[in-house]
């Protein structure tokens, strides 16, 4: 296989692009080879080399702990828990919540054999301990396998002292956390309720 073909091969690998937009993205990359290719490639591999997910709640930086976890203007006594890092960045854009994340790296899901233990669950409850945390909030995504997620982290939270809520209906169901406007994620985060 030539060079431009497994180019395009490992583009097509990206999420919406298809063979199609694959090829037309190669021969972009191509022909801004100095200004577009070669930064891209030096920064994927820089990217590659220093990104990792945060040991205390699971986000994504080139520091452990992460910046989030760091940074001491947060509340450190708030943890929001999202399936995904994608879901973290929703919710920082929406600017409506200035608590701590712990993303769970996906759901349980019985048909895919997602069990706990392939889940940053345990480490959720060994930092979810009062007094130095107060509140988890759930924000799960309305799918069946972010619910089921739901109760069963309700479940083990129970009795611990540590209070534990929900994002507010306007989540639509089946709706992912990544596609809801800011407004409505600010608004179904004020609104949340307790469980
Ligand atoms: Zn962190």
């Known amino acids: ?12 690998k990206l999420p919406g692009l298809g063979p199609r937009s694959a090829r037309r993205a190669a021969l972009h990359l191509v022909k801004r080879r100095e200004t577009l290719m070669q930064p891209l490639a030096e920064t994927m591999l820089r990217a590659a080399e220093r990104i990792r997910a945060c040991s205390t709640c699971g986000n994504l930086d080139t520091e452990d702990p992460c910046a989030l976890c760091r940074d001491p203007r947060r509340d450190q006594q708030l943890i929001c ?4 890092v994608a879901d973290l960045w929703a919710i920082e ?3 409506a919540f200035r608590g701590t994340y712990h993303v769970l790296g996906g759901t349980l899901s019985a048909l895919e054999g997602v069990g706990p233990e392939d889940l ?4 959720l409850l060994a930092r979810a301990v009062p007094p130095k945390v107060r509140e988890v909030i759930l924000a799960l995504n309305a799918t069946v396998e972010g619910q089921t997620t739901a109760h069963y982290i309700t479940d083990r939270l129970a009795g611990s002292g540590v209070a534990v809520s929900r994002l507010a209906h306007g989540v639509p169901v089946g709706g992912e956390l990544d596609y809801l406007d800011e407004g409505t994620l600010s608004a179904a985060l004020a609104q949340r309720r307790p469980l």
């Open 81 to 84: 828990v999202v399936e995904d």
């Open 93 to 95: 854009r929406s600017a």
């Open 1 to 12: 296989m030539s060079d431009l073909d497994s180019l395009i091969l490992l583009l097509s």
């Open 120 to 123: 940053r669950i345990e480490g």
